[in-house]
T-cell receptor, first 111, second 114 residues
Framework: SQQGEEDPQALSIQEGENATMNCSYKTSINNLQWYRQNSGRGLVHLILIRSNEREKHSGRLRVTLDTSKKSSSLLITASRAADTASYFCATDGGYGQNFVFGPGTRLSVLP | AAGVIQSPRHLIKEKRETATLKCYPIPRHDTVYWYQQGPGQDPQFLISFYEKMQSDKGSIPDRFSAQQFSDYHSELNMSSLELGDSALYFC?????????????FGPGTRLTVT
């Protein structure tokens, strides 16, 4: 089965710096989605990138997808303390395939 | 904008009891998904429904069942609860067949089994 795997598992940066998180998966996908989760709270959808897209932007977020390497990256620019959360990638193989989350990256942005 | 509603937000049950979790999707969303997230774990897909029919099945135990009703809300029924069932249970909804639309998550129900 396909599985998203985040890298790194934990990341600590200073406010204003950029944060890059990576995700790898194993099988073909229909789309890949990134979510944020504050401690013990619900998942917030950040961005969806389809398998035929290579890059997508949303505010301070930039997501890339390389289907040949089965990997994606999430870049948060000019980070803020409020960005402190866990970030998950989730792969969607389309109808009939499980929607699978990776283990998540815990991002700490220090003021 | 309306979001996914889950009830109850917190639930405490004893071993071997039953629990029912409810999920109300975003209006006009026809697909509902259930996830289980154990402490410090990533969310695990349990089951999904599209237009009131089961559309996909993940790692849902046989002790659990779920359904989607005519008003598109969904209920997850959990029987013979075990300590290991203690987790956050998320419901998500989307506006079309899975694979085509973003999933929007509810705040979760925290189930504690004692």
């Amino acid at each position: 089965s396909q599985q998203g795997e985040e890298d790194p598992q934990a990341l600590s940066i200073q406010e204003g710096e950029n944060a890059t998180m990576n995700c790898s998966y194993k099988t073909s996908i229909n789309n890949l989605q990134w979510y944020r989760q504050n401690s013990g709270r619900g998942l917030v959808h950040l961005i969806l990138i389809r398998s035929n897209e290579r890059e997508k932007h949303s505010g301070r977020l930039r997501v890339t997808l390389d289907t040949s390497k089965k990997s994606s990256s999430l870049l948060i620019t000019a980070s803020r303390a409020a960005d402190t959360a866990s970030y998950f990638c989730a792969t969607d193989g389309g109808y009939g395939q499980n929607f699978v989350f990776g283990p998540g990256t815990r991002l700490s942005v220090l003021p | 904008a309306a979001g996914v509603i889950q009830s109850p937000r917190h639930l405490i049950k004893e071993k071997r009891e039953t629990a029912t979790l409810k999920c109300y999707p975003i209006p006009r969303h026809d697909t509902v998904y259930w996830y289980q997230q154990g402490p410090g774990q990533d969310p695990q897909f349990l089951i999904s429904f599209y237009e009131k029919m089961q559309s996909d099945k993940g790692s849902i135990p046989d002790r659990f069942s779920a359904q989607q009703f005519s008003d598109y809300h969904s209920e997850l029924n959990m029987s013979s609860l075990e300590l290991g069932d203690s987790a956050l249970y998320f419901c998500a909804s989307s506006g079309g067949p899975r694979g085509s639309y973003e999933q929007y998550f509810g705040p979760g129900t925290r189930l504690t089994v004692t």
